[in-house]
């Protein structure tokens, strides 16, 4: 791991000189390369811009955070207001939806970083995320965005051992994917819907749930949490049941499965 960190800085610092732009979301993988970045920036007398988009697809938290940890680390933190209703294709939520929405808001980014002068714009994708179905992916490449941990084949637990090696106040920072990861490809995206989910997730992780999703199914919700924390989850069942009975939801189920990334991709992947 060691080996693959001087690489990283050597990596990054190479893409500092010609100035950069980091897609940032507060997440630990970006929060990584906006570290080694901004040390690359102090010591050639650059400007490293963290760029967040604010949109309705991702948790509000993200920005949130992602403007404390830009300041921890002295970078310049710019934000881009994202208008999803301007593409119809993305609220449809077709199995395409990562790529459609990736090469939306890297265009607006490379945009951006044209204005500020900057030659390349960087992303936090990881080796583990080309092994799995990620659409998005293939934007990025299209676009020629830089990747650099997953071209230095860094897997995310290297990026949460490295992390926190450097202090990084989120290295242990749960992902929080898209919130239409919630829904079934092909379920049109409701945004009234994502806000519920998003309370919903947002009060059982205030019961002490680090890592859950919601996955809606029309009038069932099926929670996921690891499965190591099922037991607990369903001596919590009389607090969670009202509150999102409240919300709206119907049918409260517990996934037996536990926790999945990517668990709404399993018909698509066995289609691929």
């Known amino acids: 791991m060691e080996n693959k960190y001087i690489a990283l800085k050597e990596y990054v610092e190479k893409l500092v000189k010609e100035g950069i732009c980091i897609a940032f979301s507060g997440g630990v993988d970006s929060s990584l390369i906006l570290k080694v970045a901004c040390e690359a920036g102090k ?46 294709e993305i609220l449809k939520n077709p199995e395409n939806r990562c790529y459609l929405c990736k090469e939306s808001l890297f265009s607006n980014l490379q945009k951006f970083a044209q204005e500020l002068g900057c030659k390349y714009v960087v992303d936090g994708t990881n080796a583990d995320d080309l092994k799995v179905y990620r659409p998005g992916i293939q934007a990025l490449k ?44 092909n379920t049109p995206i409701n945004f009234e819907l994502l806000e519920k989910i998003e309370k919903g997730e947002e009060f059982i992780k205030g019961l002490g749930f680090r890592i859950l999703r919601l996955r809606v199914h029309g009038d069932i919700v099926r929670i996921e949490v690891p499965r190591e924390d099922l037991k607990r989850l369903l001596e919590k069942s009389q607090e969670i049941i009202p509150y999102l ?16 990334s990517g668990s709404m991709d399993v018909y698509v992947v066995k289609e691929g």
């Open 43 to 88: 010591k050639l007398n650059k400007e490293v811009y963290a760029i967040t988009f604010e949109s309705r697809l991702h948790p509000a938290s993200d920005v949130t955070i992602s403007k404390r940890v830009a300041q921890e680390m002295g970078a310049r933190h710019k934000i881009i207001q994202i208008n999803e209703f301007e593409n119809e």
């Open 142 to 185: 299209e676009l020629g965005i830089v990747s650099p941990l997953a071209e230095l084949d860094i897997t995310k637990a290297e990026v949460r051992g490295m992390a926190s090696s450097l202090n990084i106040s989120v290295s242990s920072r749960p992902s929080a994917p898209c919130m239409a990861t919630r829904l079934p490809y």
């Open 245 to 260: 009975k409240d919300l709206g939801f119907v049918y409260i189920t517990m996934d037996l499965e536990g926790f999945r």
